[in-house]
Antibody, heavy 118, light 111 residues
Framework: QVQLVESGGGVVQPGRSLRLSCAAS????????MHWVRQAPGKGLEWVTF????????YYRESVKGRFTVSRDDSKDTIYLQMNNVRVEDTAVYYC???????????WGQGTLVIVSS | QSVLTQPPSVSAAPGQTVTISCSGS????????VSWYQQLPGTAPKVLIY???QRPSGIPDRFFGVKSGTSATLGITGLQTGDEADYYC????????????FGGGTKVTVL
């Protein structure tokens, strides 16, 4: 059974840093691209970043470029989202999701809440 | 402001059919596959449709997807109270740093 478990969320002050983790199990992690998607309270889904299998390429939405970095450790079946210089507008539930290979995100974690507040 | 436009809400009585539209452009829906996601209250999204019209295993055939040009539609037949949720369309957008785009979401209410 595919499982994705996010962790690392919490309350952080504007301008500070936070690192999220997503531990995967139940599938061949190294062969899968992985996404981070966020959802601000009461709002819709917003794609954040994608890392391909192998980790060579990463893609980011414009508003997080230069501040967020996605990485993966295939030996630990885990992806990370390093969030630097966070802003109030980064407040959201952050989901990791597997790229299903058919242009869809086929498995999602339960999410971890990040609150940026002074 | 999403590049994919969905109606904020739709509603229908149990047993009826609802459709949810997702309007985009040639840089997203017009040139890439569309997927649809259901998000029940307080839970993570779940994929209902991929590659415009394909259902993952376990998704009932009451859910269907179609695409024409730069628009896509999710349909739900035989509406049930358990279908009350938010629904999102998603696709790649060739102008967003090769990133994905989601619609703003549609709340389905079962009357």
């Amino acid at each position: 059974q595919v499982q994705l478990v996010e962790s690392g969320g919490g309350v952080v002050q504007p301008g500070r840093s936070l690192r999220l983790s997503c531990a995967a199990s139940g599938f061949r992690f190294s062969r899968s691209g992985m996404h981070w998607v966020r959802q601000a309270p009461g709002k819709g889904l917003e794609w954040v970043t994608f890392i391909v299998s192998g980790g060579r390429n990463q893609y980011y939405r414009e508003s997080v470029k230069g501040r967020f970095t996605v990485s993966r450790d295939d030996s630990k079946d885990t992806i990370y989202l390093q969030m630097n210089n966070v802003r109030v507008e980064d407040t959201a539930v952050y989901y990791c999701a597997r790229d299903g290979g058919h242009y869809e995100l086929d498995w999602w974690g339960q999410g971890t809440l990040v609150i940026v507040s002074s | 402001q999403s590049v994919l436009t969905q109606p904020p809400s739709v509603s229908a009585a149990p047993g009826q059919t609802v459709t949810i539209s997702c309007s985009g452009s040639s840089s997203n829906i017009g040139s890439n596959y569309v997927s649809w996601y259901q998000q029940l209250p307080g839970t993570a999204p779940k994929v209902l449709i991929y590659e415009d019209s394909q259902r993952p295993s376990g998704i009932p055939d009451r859910f269907f997807g179609v695409k024409s040009g730069t628009s896509a539609t999710l349909g739900i037949t035989g509406l049930q109270t358990g279908d009350e949720a938010d629904y999102y369309c998603g696709t790649w957008d060739n102008t967003l740093s090769l990133g994905r785009a989601f619609g703003g979401g549609t709340k389905v209410t079962v009357l």
